[in-house]
């Protein structure tokens, strides 16, 4: 059975650009989460979707969005990038209808902004 | 104060020895508790899940919760120096998402 997958696993960008990540969860999963992940702040909850809603947002600017398609394929963008967007940018799948088994999270997108 | 509280060490043990590694949280109304671990480099792993009071025991880790004084542990027995890695503590809170204590180094000597 296939993992997440995520891509690219590495991406380096300008300040003022905008990137787009993208996440294919396991397959059955419905439910997609996204985090930032820092040496500072440790990991960040960013969203997460499920069938296509968003149903919990973290407390990031409007410039980090996403989105989940019908086939649960999730991306997440950033729009006018600041160099204190770099981090590992991690993508979860759980099964069910929540988190009440623990995600599985994919190998990450790392951004560098400069 | 954080959310989920973790110890971030690092952590020393010879090899063989016993590895406890602990986790507060605030929220009294989790009912979710995970341990995972991560490898420098690398993405989370999800080792243990734990959601009733007690010992919950898979090999040589025991994970272990006590939701009146809102801890969980997690025990490595024999540990070896492949469980050198950060190991987070996570916790279900509001909604449906997981929030992650600031990891546990663990170095394991030989």
């Known amino acids: 059975k296939a993992g997440v997958t995520q891509t690219p696993r590495y991406l380096i960008k300008t300040r003022g650009q905008q990137v787009t990540l993208s996440c294919s969860p396991i397959?059955?999963?419905?439910?997609v989460s996204w985090y930032q992940q820092t040496p500072g702040q440790g990991l960040q909850f960013l969203f997460e979707y499920f069938s296509e809603t968003q149903r919990n947002k973290g407390n990031f600017p409007g410039r980090f969005s996403g989105r989940q398609f019908s086939n649960s394929r999730s991306e997440m963008n950033v729009s006018t990038l600041e160099l204190g967007d770099s981090a590992l940018y991690l993508c979860a799948s759980s099964s069910g209808t929540g988190v009440e088994y623990g995600y599985t999270f994919g190998s990450g997108t790392r951004l560098t902004v400069v | 104060q954080k959310e989920v509280e973790q110890n971030s060490g690092p952590l020393s043990v010879p090899e063989g020895a016993i590895a406890s590694l602990n986790c507060t949280y605030s929220?009294?109304?989790?009912?979710?508790f995970f341990w995972y671990r991560q490898y420098s480099g690398k993405s989370p792993e999800l080792i243990m899940s734990?959601?009733?009071?007690g010992d919950k025991e898979d090999g040589r880790f025991t994970a272990q919760l006590n939701k009146a004084s809102q801890y969980v542990s997690l025990l490595i027995r024999d540990s070896q120096p492949s469980d050198s890695a950060t190991y987070l503590c996570a916790v279900t809170g509001a909604g449906n998402m997981l929030t992650f204590g600031g990891g546990t180094r663990l170095m394991v000597k030989p």
């Open positions: 734990i959601y009733s009071n």
């Open positions: 929220d009294r109304g989790s009912q979710s």
């Open positions: 397959s059955g999963h419905r439910s």
